[in-house]
């Protein structure tokens, strides 16, 4: 997730195979400053990679997390629907 990306603001990531790691380099990437909605749906993402978008600053500008179809538990899903609009 290196680059500059100023003007992205939807980014559809959807069955890509992003996993944990995946997720990690993009919660950690310093390009996306305009991002509101984030598609990562059908990624293999776990508990582990949706802990680290939670911790992530970019959970703060995104308004939108779509994660169906990842293997994340119920209670981690509620965790990051309480502060952003995912499916």
Request: net charge neutral; hydrophobic share 40%.
């Amino acid at each position: 997730a290196e680059g500059d990306y100023p003007r992205l603001e939807r980014l559809g990531l959807a069955r890509q195979a992003v996993g944990d790691v995946g997720l990690r380099y993009l919660c950690n990437s310093w390009g996306l400053m305009r991002l509101r909605e984030l598609d990562l749906s059908g990624n293999d993402i776990t508990d582990d990679g949706a802990n680290a978008l939670l911790r992530s600053g970019l959970t703060d500008r995104v308004s939108r997390i779509e994660l169906w179809g990842n293997p994340v538990s119920h209670a981690m899903m509620e965790r990051v629907r309480a502060g952003h609009r995912a499916w």
